[in-house]
Nanobody
Framework: EVQLQAYGGGLVQAGGYLRLSCAASGFDFDSYTIGWFRQAPGKAPEAISCISSNDRTTHYAASMSGRLTISEDNAKDTVYLQINSLKPEDTAVYYC???????????WGQGTLVTVSS
């Protein structure tokens, strides 16, 4: 069974950082593009980072560029997203997802809530 589980969220003060984890199971995750998304209250989902399937290059949303680092640990089948200099507007549920051969992100984790206090 394909599963993605995002965790590592929590309450953090503005200016702090968090490292989110996305644990994969049931598929060969390092053959897939893995993306991170977030959805703030009352807002549309936003793609913020991904690591590509073919050459594992990394990509970041311009709106958060410079504050994000995506990485992976193949031995643990886990992709990480570190967010630095957190701002209250970063408060959102963060999700990870895998992009499949069907041309879309078809596998999703359950999301982890990040709350940034001012």
């Amino acid at each position: 069974e394909v599963q993605l589980q995002a965790y590592g969220g929590g309450l953090v003060q503005a200016g702090g950082y968090l490292r989110l984890s996305c644990a994969a199971s049931g598929f060969d995750f390092d053959s897939y593009t893995i993306g991170w998304f977030r959805q703030a209250p009352g807002k549309a989902p936003e793609a913020i980072s991904c690591i590509s399937s073919n050459d594992r290059t990394t990509h970041y949303a311009a709106s958060m560029s410079g504050r994000l680092t995506i990485s992976e640990d193949n031995a643990k089948d886990t992709v990480y997203l570190q967010i630095n200099s957190l701002k209250p507007e970063d408060t959102a549920v963060y999700y990870c997802a895998a992009y499949t051969s069907y041309g879309s992100y078809d596998y999703w984790g359950q999301g982890t809530l990040v709350t940034v206090s001012s």
